[in-house]
């Protein structure tokens, strides 16, 4: 978001609405590391002003409206389950892991199940203490089942920063993923705008009535059955990139809630590549290899030589600010 300022013994946020939605809705975009079920708390609690006023979590902001949440400390529980993860870069402002399939980024409230989050409280205690959030750390997320770059920051003022960047796109992303069938184009940009499905909250659906959402994506290798993507998600929406892929004929594979799930898989997708401009100046380039169960599935379709780029180790890029 945002400043942020200390009163009262309060963290305080303030951020001037980019888009038009819910109050709630826009601050939970534009605040990873606030559940949106704590925001609503907030919001009930008299926390949150839009123009200088207290609002009903029902409010509808316009953009160029002025927002300012008050959010009170939250203390840290121990975390007893310590486990480690792959961490692909380190500096004072941020760590950045290669998160493995089947780890959550964050639980619930009061959740001590192993995530990121846990993770990071158990090895980066002081950090973590210095956020006034249940989800320190936290600037943006991957799928429980998606594997790859996850960025945490390790102080407020840099998780500020990042959150600010991929709110205003000046983040890349880039994934790989494998699909059942092929894309109509060797390359294109799918443009569908998503919301929440109608028929079920847990997924996301191409609406005319949502937010818009673009995806860029190239095929690296096809047979019969299956393609390799390079995807792009130019956008940030929730599920954007399986979404997409399914709405055009090309589901990522094993993904149970768009595509053909299988027993004991995982769907296919890996965030390979971040570039994010860097709190202290500069732009940092993180990269994770495919993992064996991709790389397997590669060389199943007889995508092994495509795919061979993406699972090699590359060491992370820091450019230094030209200002």
Known sequence: MGNDERTRGETRRELNASYPGRIDAILAAACPDLSRARLQRLIAAGHVQVNGSPVRKSVQVVPGDHLVVDVPAVEHAAVADVFELPVLYEDDDLVVIDKPAGLAVHGGPNDQAPSVVTWFIAHYPACAAKFDAERPGIVHRLDKDTSGVLLVAKTPTAQAALSACFEARTTHKQYIAICDGTPPRER????????????????????RHGR?????YEVLASDSEHSLLLVHPITGRTHQIRVHLAAIGAPVSCDR???KGEAGARQLLHAWRLTVPHPAGGALTVTAPLPPDMLDAALAMGAAEAARPYGEAVPPERSEDSA
Do not use: F, L, N, Q
Not at 189 to 204: F, L, N, S, Y
Not at 212 to 216: D, F, L, N, Q, V
């Open 188 to 207: 294109a940009v799918v443009e569908a705008d998503i919301a929440r499905h109608p028929g079920d909250r847990t997924k996301m659906a191409v609406s």
């Open 212 to 216: 818009e959402a673009r995806t860029e």
């Open 257 to 259: 809630t768009y595509g």
